[in-house]
C-alpha cells in the first residue's frame, strides 16, 4: 500500500472517530449503524426527530452505492423512509371515521328535516290553486280550448285524469 492510501485511511478513521463522539456529546442523530434497520416500520415512530433526520440522511448515502450490495433491511428501511405512511403520507382516517361519519350524515339529515317541517308550519295554508276545485275547473277550461288534441285531455277516449 502507498503512503498517500494509507493517510487517506487514517485520516477518514480519524473522522469516523470524531464524528462518533461528536454525536454522544452533542445528542445529535445517531448514526444509523447504531440504529436496527431490521424493523424501521415499527421503530420510527418512536425516533426523536434529530434520530429520524440521522436514519434519513444514512440512508441517502447508503443508496448511492449500488443496490445490489444493499442489505434487504436497508433497502426496505431506505423504501419506508420514502414512501411509507408517515408524515404528509399518514392515513387521514382514524378507526372511528365511520362512525363519526354516520353520526355526522344522520345530524345534517335530522337538521334538514327538523328545518323542512318547521318551514312548513310556519307556510300558512295552501294555495287556492292546488285544491280539487280548481284543478277540476282547469281541466274543464282545457277541454274548452282543445288543448293537446292528439294525446292530451282533449282527445278522443282520454282516459287520464287530466291536471289532478
Known amino acids: ?26 445528542g445529535a442523530a445517531a448514526p444509523v449503524s447504531t440504529l436496527p434497520l431490521n424493523n424501521i416500520e415499527a421503530s420510527w415512530k418512536g425516533l426523536s426527530t434529530e434520530e429520524r433526520y440521522g436514519v434519513f440522511k444514512a440512508l441517502e448515502e447508503k443508496q448511492k452505492i449500488d443496490w445490489r450490495e444493499l442489505s434487504l ?10 414512501f411509507g405512511p408517515h408524515g404528509p403520507r399518514a392515513p ?16 345534517l339529515i335530522a337538521t334538514a328535516g327538523a328545518l323542512f317541517y318547521g318551514l312548513r308550519q310556519l307556510g300558512g295554508a295552501k ?5 280539487k276545485e280548481w284543478k277540476e275547473a282547469e281541466n274543464e277550461r282545457l277541454i274548452e280550448q282543445k288543448s293537446d288534441p292528439i ?3 282533449s282527445s278522443e277516449g282520454y282516459k287520464g285524469k287530466g291536471m289532478l
Not at 2 to 22: P, Q, W
Not at 73 to 82: G, H, L, M, N
Not at 127 to 131: A, E, G, Q, S, V
Request: hydrophobic fraction near 45%.
Open 1 to 26: 500500500m502507498s503512503t498517500s492510501a494509507l493517510r487517506v485511511a487514517r485520516a477518514s478513521s480519524r473522522a469516523v472517530a470524531l464524528a462518533g463522539r461528536r454525536f454522544q456529546s452533542t
Open 73 to 82: 433491511d436497508e433497502k426496505r428501511a431506505a423504501y419506508f423512509v420514502s
Open 92 to 107: 387521514i382516517v382514524g378507526p372511528n371515521s365511520a362512525f363519526k361519519t354516520f353520526l355526522g350524515v344522520s345530524a
Open 127 to 131: 294555495p287556492k290553486t292546488l285544491t
Open 151 to 153: 294525446t292530451g285531455i
